[in-house]
């Protein structure tokens, strides 16, 4: 049942995805954060009422350490939302897996101190190649699908999939202490919301744009659905393979990315940015499988 919850959340976050690119021609990052969390605290909050799960925790450091992480992946993902083809920076984001590979290498390596009595680390060539070739995924992708001034964007969400990276494994963390999946989206949003509404605090709020600003409702009500529905899958799978299993469905996001891209937005994406996209998602699945193996 973990594979359906996760197909469900990649399709709620792909299509949240649609909603944030028509929202930030009116509204700024800040803005669709705070809305994002507030109409999200909202639902979870009548939720967890109506199923009597309290809001009350024994791990308060460890939701404040997701919110935060959390936050900052999601701010940079919907700055390269409102950038970039839907398609491009949804792969950008979900390239976590890779990240974690490359960290794992580059720790073992950083740690290793040459002496006869400590030979090199394994370096897991099928994990190092893996990355390696996700990484040529992302050039042969960025260079036909992103124009020149849109090179930021493009390194925010590269960012995004490193941080993001950091908050899959703290909800991890999390359901494996038990903690409903109401309780963990629940800190979640209220994060957003509190660091939406400090940003917005430094750069100003945009003039009311009338029917427009319906756009804001389907983000936060996709954004809680998306990550209740995540949250439950990593929740049930109880194996190191179930878990494996799950990762690997998030990169069903970048499908439904893909089809809106062209479907809604008439995103023009050359056959050299399909091949990137699918390297990056073969090298992560390999990634993954291969980590699973340690």
């Known amino acids: 049942m973990q594979v359906l919850w996760m197909v469900l959340a990649a399709f709620f976050f792909a299509t949240m995805g649609v909603c944030i690119k ?3 021609e009116y509204f700024n990052t800040a803005e669709i954060i705070f809305y994002r969390g507030l109409i999200s605290m909202a639902l979870l909050w009548a939720l967890t009422r109506a199923q009597g799960v309290t809001l009350r925790t024994e791990y308060p450091l460890m939701h404040a350490w997701r ?3 959390g936050v900052i992946s999601m701010s940079a993902w919907f700055y390269a939302i409102a ?3 839907l398609a491009t920076a949804m792969t950008l984001n979900y390239m976590s897996s ?3 590979a490359a960290f794992m290498v580059g720790g073992a390596l950083m740690a290793w101190r040459p002496s006869p009595a400590t030979p090199r680390p394994a370096l897991h060539m099928p994990v190092v190649c893996s990355v390696l070739v996700g990484f040529v995924g992302v050039v042969l992708m960025m260079r036909p699908s992103i124009n020149a001034d849109q090179g930021l964007a493009g390194i925010v969400g ?3 999939g490193m941080i993001s990276a950091l908050a899959y494994m703290q909800v991890v963390a999390l359901s494996r202490l ?4 109401q309780r963990v989206v629940f800190y979640f949003s209220l994060g957003s919301a509190v660091a939406g509404g400090a940003a917005m605090l430094f750069v100003g709020t945009s003039s009311f744009p009338g029917w427009p600003a319906l756009w804001l409702i389907p983000i936060g009500v996709l954004a809680a659905g998306g990550q209740l529905c995540m949250t439950r899958a990593y929740a049930n799978a109880k194996t190191r393979r179930g878990t494996m299993v799950v990762a690997n469905l998030q990169y069903s996001g970048i499908a439904f990315g893909g089809a809106y891209s062209v479907l809604v937005f008439g995103d023009v994406i050359p ?3 399909w091949l990137g996209m699918a390297l990056i998602v073969g090298s992560a699945i390999v990634a993954t499988v291969m980590r699973s193996r340690n």
């Open 22 to 24: 028509f929202a930030a």
């Open 67 to 69: 919110s935060l992480v």
């Open 83 to 85: 950038k970039l083809p």
């Open 98 to 100: 890779l990240w974690i």
């Open 158 to 160: 590269l960012m995004s």
């Open 178 to 181: 038990g903690e409903p999946e």
């Open 271 to 273: 056959p050299l940015g």
